[in-house]
């Protein structure tokens, strides 16, 4: 669920506390549009497509009037404009085998989301047209508007940008906005795979940080990760289970794993996540480097009038 929005008016919060704001109001982010974008699917295979995707429509996003045409919600680019990706590529951006994305995105393309040719992977208009990809679409766009909503609440964003601002647009900018989303997100994917070496180990770890943290104001998350084993709630197998739409044998499997790479803790009340510490400078190269991706993000929406179509219009 998005992140509590903090009352309009509110000061701006030391930058420590800022920091700290933004990585778990992120982390909260990246969770729910990981969600919304596995659909039916199986994770694995939403990042997969979600990957050859972003990809695919590199000629695009990199040409403007293109982006005018095919930015909107209804419009999609034909398959003319999608460039192939190689199965390679795929893997490589998700930080994952080879031979695994190669027998997914066969299994994709039996299904009719992909396909498969001599100049690599793409996935088809027809693909992204489907009803329940437009849901998703969407969804994905008004989670990031509350995402936006939380940050500049909290001062976490620059009231402007160098860049021209455009007025808000009849026909909002749902793909173009999208690609942006996608972007930051799979960055963000392939630094946890990267962390645990498995997509849904890390995805387990991820929604243990926040099970952990939830209760904790933002002014206890220092000290929560100097001291996590102090400062967290530890959370029961059966509480994570559910948000992550695993059986408990699954995620029980995974907190071994976890435990066993020095990610987690298990107590008799619970389990609690640690960073090992070999690995926690690489941990704050990634948290730093997060606060940077997300000013990213939204300059890149505020150029693109993303920023002035949620500024303007009422949430939906």
Same mark, same amino acid.
């Given at each position: 669920?998005?992140?509590?929005v ?10 420590? =506390?800022?920091?700290? %704001? ?5 982390? !909260? +982010? ?39 045409? +095919?930015?909107g ?24 085998p ?10 994709? #393309?039996? %299904? ?20 329940? +990809? ?10 990031a ?7 500049? #609440? #909290? ?6 940008? @160098? ?7 009849a !026909? ?11 972007? +930051? ?6 630094? /946890?795979? #990267?962390?645990?070496?498995n ?6 770890? =991820?929604e243990?940080?926040?099970?952990? *943290?939830? %209760?904790?104001?933002?002014?206890? =998350?220092?000290?929560?990760?100097? !001291?996590? /084993?102090? %400062? ?17 044998? *699954?995620?029980?499997?995974? /907190? ?20 090992p ?8 190269? =990634?948290?730093? &480097?997060?606060? @940077? ?7 890149? /929406? ?5 920023? &002035? !179509? ?7």
């Amino acid at each position: 669920m998005p992140a509590p929005v903090p009352p309009p008016g509110t000061h701006r919060p030391p930058p420590e =506390l800022l920091f700290w %704001a933004v990585g778990r109001a992120s982390l !909260d +982010y990246i969770r729910d549009t990981v969600e919304i974008t596995r659909g039916d699917h199986e994770l694995l295979d939403a990042l997969i497509l979600t990957a050859a995707l972003d990809a695919n429509m590199t000629p695009v996003k990199r040409a403007p009037d293109l982006r005018s045409t +095919y930015g909107g919600a209804e419009t999609s680019a034909p398959d003319r404009l999608r460039r192939p990706v190689s199965i390679n590529a795929v893997a490589q951006s998700l930080n994952l085998p080879f031979e695994t994305v190669r027998r997914r995105a066969l299994k994709l #393309a039996g %299904a009719g989301l992909c396909v498969i040719g001599a100049q690599g992977m793409v996935v088809p208009r027809d693909a992204v047209t489907l009803p329940s +990809y437009l849901a998703a679409q969407r969804a994905r766009y008004d989670r990031a508007r509350e995402f936006y909503k939380a940050l500049k #609440a #909290a001062g976490a964003l620059p009231a402007g940008d @160098a860049a021209p601002v455009l007025s808000p647009r009849a !026909d909002p900018r749902v793909r173009v906005a999208n690609w942006a989303f996608s972007e +930051y997100v799979l960055r963000a994917c392939s630094d /946890l795979i #990267a962390l645990t070496g498995n997509v849904m180990s890390s995805r387990v770890l =991820l929604e243990l940080v926040l099970a952990n *943290t939830r %209760a904790l104001p933002t002014e206890a =998350l220092a000290g929560w990760a100097n !001291d996590p /084993l102090r %400062a967290a709630r530890p959370v029961r197998i059966a509480a994570l289970a559910g948000p992550l739409r695993l059986p408990r044998e *699954t995620v029980r499997r995974h /907190l071994r794993m976890l435990e066993t790479l020095g990610f987690c803790h298990r107590w008799p009340d619970g389990v609690v996540a640690v960073a090992p510490v070999s690995i926690r400078p690489r941990l704050a190269a =990634l948290a730093k &480097a997060n606060q @940077a991706n997300v000013q990213r993000l939204f300059a890149g /929406l505020r150029q693109s009038s993303v920023l &002035a !179509d949620w500024d303007e219009a009422p949430a939906r």
